[in-house]
């Protein structure tokens, strides 16, 4: 079951990441036709982002004690001291450009540019922070790997 929550958790990952680009596309080319798929698929990139917290939480209280007693003591220890230790902080912020993005989507986006250029923001900042989380928990992975497997 752990090796399924491990794949589920940086697949949605993927996914959040994936319709966050969607909608900062959307927003970069807003119009009444598509302002109703911007608001849907914010909705839907904010439960992608609670899915991934949710499962990714459980997979770290449950399981990664494990891994992390291993990374310690492994080749690669900054894999859990850096890379562990930002994420664990920084999915914090993610969570909760997340949640704000549907609400901002509430908004007129087709006549409003100060709503449309937080959106942009919003989404840019969770693209580019989601890609370094996605990075981040390789690193972690390949801690483990480097450390089950020495030299």
């Known amino acids: 079951m752990s090796n399924f929550i491990l794949m589920l958790h940086p697949m949605i990952g993927f996914l959040f990441i994936l319709g966050s680009l969607w909608v900062f596309v959307d927003v970069v080319n807003i119009n009444e ?29 449950t399981y990664y004690g ?3 007693a291993l990374i310690l003591k492994g080749p690669w220890p900054f894999a859990h001291d850096f890379f562990m230790e930002s994420k664990e902080h920084i999915v914090l912020m993610l969570v909760l450009l997340a949640t704000f993005l549907p609400i901002l989507a509430s908004n007129d986006i087709v006549h409003s540019k100060g709503v449309r250029s937080v959106m942009l923001w ?18 972690i992975s390949m801690g483990t790997r480097v450390a ?4």
């Not at 089950?148 to 030299?151: A, E, I, R, V």
Request: charged content about 10%; overall charge positive.
């Open 122 to 139: 919003v989404t840019g900042l969770m693209i580019v922070v989601g890609i370094y989380m996605e990075g981040a928990g390789a690193i």
């Open 66 to 68: 494990g891994d992390k």
């Open 148 to 151: 089950l497997f020495p030299k």
């Open 33 to 61: 036709g598509n302002a109703a798929r911007v608001r849907t698929l914010s909705l839907g990139v904010a439960v992608l982002m609670w899915l991934a917290y949710l499962i990714g939480g459980y997979w770290y209280v």
